[in-house]
């Protein structure tokens, strides 16, 4: 996908974010977690990360229930290889535990930021 498809798409994707992805969103904004600035859908190389804190490449993948095939397992695991041959660590967190644990979710991206400042 060329930069511009990529930019329009993530635009899209900003403009039509799930419930879980807002969810979380309200709690990343505005630099919420250990002062860190999060871009949600934010393009890097081929992919779209659901949230990304750039200045500790962190990816914050938000999964729904598409992400429990074994088709798209290998998807996710293909792409967060290649995410982190760039240097930048992927946590991901199940719609489930947005909704049902979303302090747990938020308190293991707390310490992602933190392990990355060592």
Same mark, same amino acid.
């Given at each position: 996908? =060329?930069?511009?498809?990529?930019?329009?798409?993530?635009?899209?994707?900003?403009?039509?974010?799930?419930?879980?992805?807002?969810?979380?969103?309200?709690?990343?904004?505005?630099?919420?977690?250990? /002062?860190? =600035?999060?871009?949600?859908?934010?393009?890097?190389?081929?992919?779209?990360? $659901?949230?990304?804190?750039? $200045? =500790?490449?962190?990816?914050?993948?938000? /999964?729904?229930?598409?992400?429990?095939?074994?088709?798209?397992?290998?998807? /996710?695991?293909?792409?967060?290889?290649?995410?982190?041959?760039?240097?930048?660590?992927?946590?991901?967190?199940?719609?489930?535990?947005?909704?049902?644990?979303?302090?747990?979710?938020?308190?293991?991206? =707390?310490?992602?930021?933190? $392990?990355?400042?060592?």
């Amino acid at each position: 996908m =060329r930069d511009n498809a990529k930019t329009k798409l993530a635009r899209r994707l900003r403009q039509t974010p799930t419930s879980a992805e807002a969810r979380l969103w309200a709690r990343l904004r505005k630099r919420q977690i250990n /002062d860190c =600035r999060f871009r949600r859908q934010h393009p890097i190389g081929p992919f779209i990360a $659901d949230f990304a804190c750039v $200045d =500790r490449k962190l990816i914050v993948e938000v /999964d729904g229930a598409t992400h429990s095939t074994d088709a798209e397992i290998a998807k /996710d695991m293909r792409r967060t290889e290649w995410l982190e041959s760039e240097g930048w660590r992927v946590i991901r967190a199940s719609n489930a535990e947005v909704y049902e644990n979303l302090e747990g979710v938020l308190e293991g991206i =707390r310490v992602a930021l933190l $392990d990355g400042l060592e």
